[in-house]
């Protein structure tokens, strides 16, 4: 599949009465893979103002606090394998939505439920069905049964790069809720997690800001922008790779037969298509990939016409630079206009870092947004904090020295709960839901079609185009550096995660200043099998 047309993406529905069977499955997707690229839902953040407080160490303790008080209740695997037989940077990819249900008392916040149940989640479906685990330190039972804190272990030992998008937030939960009772201190856990995760850990939100640079970064937004350019690129047959590395990103799916079929969702993600001067965008939603009119917005939220209306803004002003240049005389100058491979200062008005503008209106709104980055409506994402679910504006980002590209801090945090304010981690819509109405034209039908693909909210097909980004940007990585080694992926990313409204990532290491917590030790003894030392994974 080239990803020039729709895509359907199969996504293998994991509940308590088929987790067995599918085990195996499972366990040997993630062993076999490349990456896998993971997403969270929550049942709620708590405070937003303390998620997006100024000192990291503060908004550390605010998600512990929410993570222990607080539950995961779906969780998303997408394993991507790279297939070296095949041409091109072709993967397998295999998608894996889990729905769960924490066994002890958990806070459960109403703008989170009614988020999720706008967007498709099935809270009869999580009690009747869901895979039961509980939280913090282990508490007996079998060390190799069949359960989420066990795969969690299979994950770790597979020791493959863990890829999340806005993850800092999902990190702190997944820790919580399968691996042991949290550290108090941030430098103690960013020690465990660069032990946990030896091959890297890597964010897509960090890599869509600094290394794709695209004008928005929400998760929508960044996968269809690196699939449109992927298609631009197959369809011209360019570049030419040669013989050490692909140029595109292709993808293949497992063909899923007999009783497995009936686990399986086929998440379709509708193709672009060209409606310029029919439809009038929702700013809001095209600079924060959330609305809080939701379907009843009269706006578009077609993400891929909010693309299309980025990149004419971004000609049409590199254009204007051009004439200016022409007209001072330069033949030069005429040279020089389309130089640099990105160009910020074409991005739109509404995409360039925000003062504090519309903070007052941001702030109360309190529904559950679908980035896992609360934005706020200043371009702000209250990624670590306001991620996942109520739009509290959070602290501005410093420019960047590269052009005030970005809003380093859309309330993207909508990894905050299980509702993220950007569309973008939306998982497209179920067939029905999306039938328009008769009597609409036809501009306004597929519009319809549209808000209903970016609104249904799966952790499986976001953990998916989290892992399609990671690919892509991998891709380009690769292509520019020439040099086609896989191995290395995205190193400027490596182990670095987004900060809301910070000019620098939160690097997950392990200093001299900080020490593993005793919990980690033990649970690396049980991963390992208490190995020897030469036999552990190097750091």
Not at 83 to 94: E, F, G, I, P, R
Not at 220 to 237: F, H, I, P, Q, T
Not at 332 to 345: I, L, S, T
Not at 486 to 509: A, D, F, M, R, T
Request: aromatic share 8%; charged share 25%.
């Amino acid at each position: 599949m080239d990803m020039t047309s729709s895509v359907v993406v199969p996504v293998i529905d994991v509940q308590n009465d088929n987790f067995k069977e599918l085990w195996p499955a499972m366990v040997l997707a993630m062993k076999t893979s490349s990456f896998i690229a993971v997403d969270t839902e929550l049942s709620g953040l708590g405070s937003r103002k303390a998620l997006l407080a100024e000192s990291i160490e503060d908004r550390y303790k605010a998600i512990v606090n929410a993570a222990r008080t607080r539950s995961i209740l779906s969780l998303g695997i997408a394993c991507y394998k790279k297939l070296d037989s095949k041409a091109a940077d072709t993967y397998m990819v295999q998608v894996y939505n889990l729905t769960l249900l924490c066994s002890e008392e958990y806070i459960i916040e109403p703008q989170s439920v009614q988020f999720l149940v706008q967007h498709g989640f099935d809270f009869n479906k999580q009690y009747a069905q869901g895979v039961p685990y509980h939280k913090g330190n282990d508490k007996g039972g079998p060390p190799h049964g069949v359960t989420i804190r066990n795969l969690f272990m299979e994950f770790l030992r597979a020791r493959k790069p863990l890829v999340l998008h806005n993850g800092l937030i999902d990190m702190v939960f997944l820790y919580q809720c399968f691996y042991a009772h949290l550290p108090d201190k941030l430098g103690t856990f960013t020690a465990d997690l660069s032990e946990m995760f030896p091959a890297g850990i890597y964010d897509t939100k960090y890599v869509t800001e600094y290394e794709l640079r695209f004008p928005a970064s929400y998760l929508e937004y960044a996968y269809k922008k690196c699939k449109l350019d992927n298609s631009r690129s197959v369809e011209a047959g360019e570049p030419d790779a040669g013989s050490d590395g692909a140029v595109n990103v292709f993808l293949e799916f497992c063909n899923y037969s007999g009783h497995m079929s009936s686990y399986v969702d086929y998440r379709p993600c509708l193709a672009g298509s060209s409606q310029e001067g029919t439809l009038t965008v929702c700013e809001r939603f095209s600079a924060y990939g959330w609305c809080p009119n939701g379907s009843q917005c009269p706006l578009s939220h077609d993400t891929d016409l909010i693309i299309q209306q980025d990149e004419k803004s971004k000609e049409d002003k590199r254009k204007k630079r051009k004439r200016k240049k022409k007209q001072k005389g330069g033949a030069r100058a005429e040279g020089d206009a389309g130089a640099g491979a990105v160009d910020f200062e074409g991005a739109p008005e509404n995409k360039k870092a925000h003062t504090e503008l519309e903070v007052q209106e941001t702030t109360t709104i309190t529904m559950a947004s679908p980035d896992k980055e609360p934005r706020s409506a200043d371009n702000t994402k209250t990624d670590s904090a306001n991620s996942k679910g109520n739009g509290v504006p959070e602290p501005q980002s410093p420019p960047k020295p590269e052009a005030a590209k970005l809003e380093a801090a859309k309330p993207e945090s909508a990894k905050l709960e299980a509702a993220k304010p950007e569309a973008a981690k939306l998982e497209t819509a179920k067939p029905e839901a999306a039938k328009p109405e008769e009597a609409k034209p036809e501009a306004a039908k597929m519009e319809a079609m549209k808000k209903v693909e970016g609104g249904s909210h799966r952790a499986g097909f976001d953990g998916f185009m989290t892992g399609y980004i990671f690919s892509y940007a991998a891709m380009l990585a690769k292509r520019e550096s020439k040099e086609g080694k896989e191995s290395s992926w995205l190193p400027e990313c490596h182990n670095k995660v987004y900060l809301s409204g910070k000019s620098v990532p939160l690097h997950i290491v392990k200093s001299t200043f900080s020490k593993s917590s005793k919990a980690h030790t033990h649970k690396m003894e049980l991963v390992w099998g208490k190995a020897k030392e030469q036999d552990k994974p190097t750091k």
